[in-house]
């Protein structure tokens, strides 16, 4: 999951800083997470709603990666990556998005 997190940093490198801002890159990072959880199928509503020991372990994970990964790949983040590219990545519903924000398609 990190590697592909890191790899999404690299993706938007923009090779210019127009101040995506440390703060925009830690939220970029969680919600990339949140979406990489949602895609596994690890988060339900309702009915479909996960048990909690489920709930607990996802939440974990998700703080060990940020634990991790976050000093590098906010550095990165923030060092490389267009602030429009984030806005546009903290706004996508799903990786899909994110790849056609930076594809300049959003």
Known sequence: ??????????????????????DQCKKLMEHMLDLEIAKSGAKGS??????PEVVEKNA????AAV????????QLCNERVDKKRVECA?????????????????
């Open 90 to 106: 903290l706004a996508a519903k799903d990786w899909e998005a994110i790849e056609a924000c930076d594809k300049g398609d959003k």
């Open 60 to 63: 974990k994970q998700k703080a």
């Open 1 to 22: 999951m990190m590697r592909g997190l890191l790899a999404m940093a690299l993706l938007f490198a923009a090779g210019c800083n127009k101040g995506a801002g440390e």
């Open 46 to 51: 309702g009915a479909e709603a996960l048990p």
């Open 67 to 74: 634990e991790l990964k976050a000093a590098e790949f906010v």
